[in-house]
């Protein structure tokens, strides 16, 4: 007798074109906003409405006139791109960046090192190029921290080249020329982004996606995958040998909040309704642009004040917890997180003149950050300004050792300035790590480093950019600050190896780097020794910083070797 088996190829079949067709009409509502995505009526109109604008849809619109289908449209001529003084400053800085590389390149006293300058060039020109591009979408916030980590790299390279000028006198205006070209791109980049704000109309809006609109739509697909493996509506949403936490803590969710008078919190567990919701909000960013932004900025916290309604309360109702459950709330709080405000209307400031922002940008006062920033960038030109003069072919050890020093903290207030960049508060976070910098400057005060020179023309000017990053009425976060300053501790020290390929050894390394003796190593700990308040500190104190690693869970194999032979689950001890 022959066992006939049933046929499942068809059930998953049709429930797989179930699902296809439910999510087709999903896109459909959402993309055309139709109600009834069957009614084809309602589909043509939508789409005639969806793309007006386009030469096919005009053509069937005449048609419907009886007019003829191919009507040849009259060609305006085309109007010729009017180069902006910011696009003129860019080719002028980076012309002059190609000249500095070229020189340096081309150096009879450096050709030693032409690789290494080769490399150098590649790498600053393809940074440059992209910069330039991503500057001009700083709308997008995944483009504007393109831009900033650009600039970053560019500052690097630009200290790099103060650090090796230093130590090596017959070169030094040749490369203090390249750290000078490379500042002035950092600087045009700046105001790229916030002419690119302002060339999209944003005005007086003060809003800006945390994250680009493009993943959006992403963010939102993983909320609804999320709750259908919650409800088990997926095709394998659990093995046969599975516990169903899902179903379990779905159900127990859904009554207690009946129970507790949460019920409208249940609608958002109905797929239909909360895609709605996400759609809606997606829909009203209008493509990130400043009217949908606008237009998002007044509705989106109010609209999801019920979405973080159910993550509070799923979070405290999940007994036992439940993967599934978990895997809903953090998706929807990782859409929700999307809506919150990003910082970046200061570089409105940098880049537009302060008379035009009554009235065209709203009619904010100028906060205490914005300020702060302002004056920022007027005292870092002035520092650099004065910075390149200060050494004049010497290469006796204090001037080098205060030129080094002095341009170390004119990279750190270039970081500075991209944290209030970046920053909407007066005293946030970026500002307070912008302020551990200040403890830099007065570190400089309590070593020896200074050349009579420095202290009567560079003194009066970190002075003011002291005040501006610590103003008195901070409440200062030491933990903040000092992994800050820590960040820039491991910075200092990869930078030894690279600075020995260039420079010819007028001066010990190691009177710069060395960990223990060394003046820029110095120079941080003094800076978070002061900034933690310590009295009678010395220069060799206990303050380390050290290079955070990722910590691995110990396995079955490591504990059972820790418990047995008494060392440390992650094998410290061990012969």
Known sequence: MTTVFPNTGNLQSGTTESTRRLELDNLI??????????????????????????????????????LPFLQSPSSAPAMREVATA??????????????????LTTNNLLKDVVPELQGWSDAIRSAIQEAKSSAQFALDTRQRDKTFAIRRQLGDYARMARLVGALTPAANFSYRNLAQSLDEVSSVLLVAMGEALANVGFAGGQ????????????????????????????????????????????????????????????????????????????????????EGLRALGSTAQIDLQRFSRLIAMGYRLANPESPPLTSLLEALQMFVDAFK???????????????????????????????????????????ASKLDCLMECNCDEPTVLCQVALDKILYDVDRAIDLYAVGNQDS??????????????????????????????????????????????FVLDQDLMK???????????????????FAPGCISPDRIFNEETG?????????????????????????????????????????ISAFVFDHGIDGTGRE
């Not at 906003?33 to 939508?46: H, I, L, R, S, T």
């Not at 910011?86 to 020189?103: F, I, K, S, W």
């Not at 200061?346 to 940008?361: K, N, S, T």
């Not at 003094?526 to 691995?552: H, Q, T, W, Y």
């Open 519 to 559: 003046m820029l190593p110095k120079l941080t700990r003094v800076a978070i020794n002061i900034m933690l308040g310590k009295s009678g500190f010395a220069l060799n104190d206990e303050v380390k910083c050290v290079e955070p690693r990722p910590r691995i869970p110990a396995d079955l194999e490591t504990a």
């Open 483 to 501: 992994s800050e300053l820590c960040n820039q501790f491991v910075i200092d020290k990869n930078l030894q190896q690279l600075s020995g390929i």
């Open 86 to 103: 910011t696009t003129l400053d860019m080719e002028q800085a980076v012309n002059d960046v190609n000249m500095d590389l070229r020189e």
């Open 428 to 473: 946030g976070l970026p500002e307070k790590r912008a302020a551990a910098y200040g403890f830099m400057i007065e570190a400089i005060g309590e070593l020896p480093i200074l050349t009579q020179e420095a202290t009567e023309k560079i003194q009066p000017i970190i002075n003011k950019i002291k005040e501006l990053l610590l103003p008195n009425e």
């Open 207 to 290: 809003y800006l996606l945390q994250t680009p609109y493009i993943e959006l739509q992403v963010r939102r697909d993983s909320v609804i995958y999320a709750l259908r493996n919650l409800v088990g509506s997926t095709q394998q949403a659990y093995s046969p040998s599975d516990w169903p936490r899902g179903i379990d803590a779905y159900r127990n969710l859904y009554k207690v909040l009946e129970e507790q008078g949460q019920g409208d919190l249940r609608s958002l567990l109905v797929e239909n309704e909360l895609a709605r919701i996400m759609d809606e909000l997606i829909r009203r960013a209008a493509q990130g642009t400043s």
């Open 29 to 66: 509502r959402r993309e055309l906003k139709v109600g009834d995505p069957n009614d084809a009526k309602q589909v043509a109109e939508a789409l005639m409405e969806r793309y007006q604008s386009d030469a096919r849809a005009r053509a069937i619109a005449q048609e419907s006139k009886g």
């Open 341 to 383: 405000p990003a910082g970046g209307f200061r570089l409105l400031r940098i880049a537009r003149p302060p008379i035009l922002f009554y009235g065209l940008y709203g009619n904010r006062d100028e906060t205490d950050g914005d300020k702060r920033l302002l004056q920022l960038l007027i005292h870092r030109g002035s520092l």
